[in-house]
């Protein structure tokens, strides 16, 4: 029972990780916290959802659409709603005008599609394997790989590669990298992309595991995911993945174990306990102030 | 004069007066925390919830005087900002917003759970005591003392420690202290709002106060303009009525009101009244005759 | 008479010693200015001082009183006022505001009695809007008093600072780089200054500066820190031909 729990957790808390990794990286860097995120991740399982009903694709075809398109639109939301008010503002309007984008893109959905739930359909024909007693789905393989081999390429992206680098030197100090001859607007512009295909990726993954996608399930995953970003230290990558892990698991066993009609208020209590506890989240190193 | 209002006002208007009333006490409760104080709050309707539960409970189920439901459910809001508050001692920016977000879901999640209140269905019936004249009466209390605090040395110790902290406690101001009563006296308004709403609506039910509420309370207080009183007041007033405005395009009315968050704060982004100073507005006017 | 005595002040951040065992008096009255190279740990130092640290180990004794542990604001009441080094200035509050708030330390009146303008918010008030103006009017700033903070002049904003920390009625007064980014005729303005507010207010002042000219002329002690270190301590005729001063500081060859 609980090692089968556990597997739960993971599963779930693997998605709230590839969607808490898009608010970090962005908090990264421009210390927005994206609240258009969550709808991100919403336009994501709708996209696969289209594309596994309408154009019949499989789930790795879904997958990869979905992330281009999500891709797209993290990119276009950045270059219009946040890019005009940087430098000029203060951090509070570009969060407001993140809530307008998500209102905005939450009604959007609504007009299309409808405020019911949609069902995902079977495409996939779910097997369970036993293994030393413990019961794990095919689906639930599915997610932890998938999950686990975005998170390994993000790394790569980000330890290997020039636009990694490029990145990295942003969020430590945005002006010296200017100055430095980075195009910050390209790295942001990136930042938003990639983070915006892992929304989407997590956004099919649910739509597919949970059989249920509505457009308004991005507000709560969103703040749970924002929460885990919190919990593993904002900013920092691996903690947004641990953050995402140790929130998904917690909520399970508290489901199974404690109540399952507070199964929303769980997230939160933990994530309150431990900024009390340790203020910087888990990895978040501890900022020395300047005087 | 209440007789002669319902008389001579169409019951519509009346309502979005006193709708425009509790919403001005909610934005300037807000206003005290996070535009003067600097300390970002996400969850006031989780403190609104708390007065409007109280005093309708008290109402209903004990037969209170209605003036002192009203005030238990304030003091009690006030109470819980004030354990909110504490956090604040180490927590800062974004991390305290996810505290208050997460403390006002634990609360939403509570009256979905709390048999007293009616669990989901929520709570309905309250003797409809709030009245025009008492909200508009409230409302005009309230400005006068929130312009007197603003205007004293308490006042501008708050909005010292928006401006620089350190430079706050140079001067000798007891930040962790002045933070801790900002969040108190935020959440006795944001109470009060909510045992006048309970009563007047006469219903009331979790989904009332969820995160979209805070959200939009805090909108009406950055569209206005961070720490300043006509800005809280123009702001209540402006998202009170847009929503019902914004009618004629029916299903569009939130596609809109999302865009009009980004447009807005693309072009004022401190806000409508946030910079607007009588001093300036003189010195403008004076060098215009010299020149 | 002592108004400041620390004894082996000691601070690291992260196993870097950024000040080692440093004993420094400050007598009633006196202009003690501290130089010493980026890094010294001058401004260091004052941060132990107003309490915004606490140091590893040491002893600091404002009035006889043990300072160390107590919070900033606390530190402020005794009557410590300071400047910062980059400016702190309430940005989008007026000139005078900021003086105003300055003066939070030495008022009383609390939440209830500012929430309904009772007497003694009233009375406080009076008092402490003729002080702010008074002050301004020392700095030259008074004609400025409406204006945002952050639209001054960069040695505006300086002398607004010293104003401010003049608010609280210190009997300390510590300078973090006065004159930094003044341009000549501001810095003889800024020794005037200097000197007026210790006559008037009866002050004494402890800066940290890294103009030679400005410090030589203006204090009647100087103690010197390299690498965390006091190296030296002495009148500024005693500091300029002091041999560790010059090998390690001015960078000359003794």
Known sequence: MFWEQLLNGLTLGSTYALIALGYTMVYGIIQLIN???????????????????????????????????????????????????????????????????????????????????????NILEINTYHIGGLEISSLQIIILVVSALLMIGLQLLIQKTKIGKAMRACSQDLDASSLMGINVNRVISATFAIGSSLAAAGGVLVGIYYNAVWPYMGMMAGLKAFAAAVLGGIGSIPGAMIGGLTLGVMEIMGVAYLSSSYKDAIAFAILIIVLIIRPQ??????????V | MEAFLTQYIDAYYLRIFVLIGINIILALGLNLITGVTGQLSMGHAGFMSIGAYT?????????????????AGALLAAFFGFLIGIPTLRLEGDYLAMVTIGFAEIIRVFFLNFEPGGKAVGLYGMPPNTTFVLVWGIVIVVILLNAKLLDSRTGRALYAIRENEIAAEASGIDTTRMKVLAFTVGSFLGGLAGGLYAHYMSYIAPQDFGFMKSIEILNMVVLGGMGSIP????????????PEMLRIVADYRLLFYGGLLVILMIFRPNGLLGDVRIYDIKKRWFKKEVG | MEILKLTGITQEFGGLRALDSIDMTVKQGQIYGIIGPNGAGKTTLFNIITGIYVPVE?????????????????????GIGRTFQNIRLFNKLSVIDNVRVGSHAINKSGFISDLFGLPLARREEGQIMIRAGRLLNLVGLYEKRDEYADNLSYGEQRRLEIARALALKPSLLLLDEPAAGMNASEK????????????EMKLTILLVEHDMNLVMNLCEIIAVLNYGRKIAEGNPEETKNNEAVISSYLGVEA
């Open chain 2, 55 to 71: 005093a309708a409970i008290l109402t209903m189920q004990y037969q209170a005087p209605f003036w002192a439901a009203l005030l």
């Open chain 1, 35 to 121: 609240f258009a995120h969550g709808e991100i991740y919403m336009f994501g399982a709708f996209v696969g959802l289209f594309l596994v009903t309408v154009a019949g694709a499989d789930l790795f075809t879904a997958l990869i659409g979905a992330m281009i398109f999500c891709m797209i639109l993290g990119m276009l939301v950045e270059r219009i709603a946040y890019r005009p008010l940087r430098g000029k503002s203060s951090r509070l309007s570009a969060l407001i005008s993140a809530i307008g984008v998500s209102i905005f893109l939450s009604t959007l959905m609504a007009l299309i599609r409808g405020t019911n739930t949609t069902r995902y359909p």
């Open chain 2, 231 to 242: 800005g809280s007041i123009l702001g209540a007033v402006i998202l009170t009525i847009a």
């Open chain 1, 281 to 290: 989240g888990i990895l978040g190193k501890k900022i020395t102030k300047k």
């Open chain 3, 188 to 199: 003889v303005e800024l020794i005037e200054l200097i000197y007026r507010i210790r006559e």
């Open chain 3, 58 to 78: 040491g002893t600091i004794h404002f009035h006889g009183q043990e300072l160390k542990a107590m919070s900033p604001h606390k530190v402020a009441k005794l």
